[in-house]
C-alpha cells in the first residue's frame, strides 16, 4: 500500500520577493499578529421583586464577590439600574448571564443579567 511520504522540511518563504527559487510565483506571507479576545462585561438588572440578599449571594457564587464587594454592587444596581458583575471573553460571560437567569427562575425571581461588549 503506498504511504503518504512526509512533507520536506523547509524554510519560509522570504517575503519581499514574489518568485521563489524555483522561479514560481508565491504568495507573500503577512506577518501573524495575535489579536486579544474581544471581553464581554455581564451587567445585572435592578428589580422591584428579586431579594437584595438574593443578589448578594449570586454574585458571590458566580462573580467570586467577597460579601462586602457583593453588597457593594448589588446596592449600585439597586440605586443606578443596572451594575457590572464582572468582564470575561464572550463565552465565560454568556454562561455567566446562564448561570444567574436557570438561579433566578429556579428560585421564582425575575433576576435579569445581560452581556455587553466592552469598547
Ligand atoms: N431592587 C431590589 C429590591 O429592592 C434589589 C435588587 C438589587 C434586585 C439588584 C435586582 O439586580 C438587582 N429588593
Known amino acids: 500500500m503506498a504511504t503518504i511520504p512526509p512533507r520536506p522540511l523547509r524554510s519560509p518563504p522570504a517575503a519581499a520577493p514574489g518568485v521563489d527559487e524555483g522561479g514560481s510565483v508565491v504568495a507573500e506571507r503577512q506577518a501573524q499578529r495575535v489579536q486579544p479576545p474581544r471581553m464581554h462585561q455581564v451587567v445585572m438588572l435592578n428589580d422591584d421583586y428579586t431579594p437584595m440578599e438574593f443578589v448578594v449571594v ?3 457564587e458566580f462573580f467570586g464577590k467577597d460579601r462586602e464587594t457583593a453588597t457593594q454592587i448589588m ?5 443606578d ?3 457590572v458583575c464582572g468582564i470575561y471573553t464572550h463565552d465565560v460571560a454568556s454562561t455567566k448571564v446562564e448561570q444567574v437567569l436557570a438561579a433566578a427562575h429556579q428560585a421564582g425571581h425575575p433576576l435579569q443579567a445581560i452581556t455587553e461588549p466592552v469598547e
Open 58 to 60: 449570586v454574585l458571590q
Open 75 to 79: 446596592l449600585h444596581i439597586h440605586l
Open 81 to 83: 439600574g443596572r451594575g
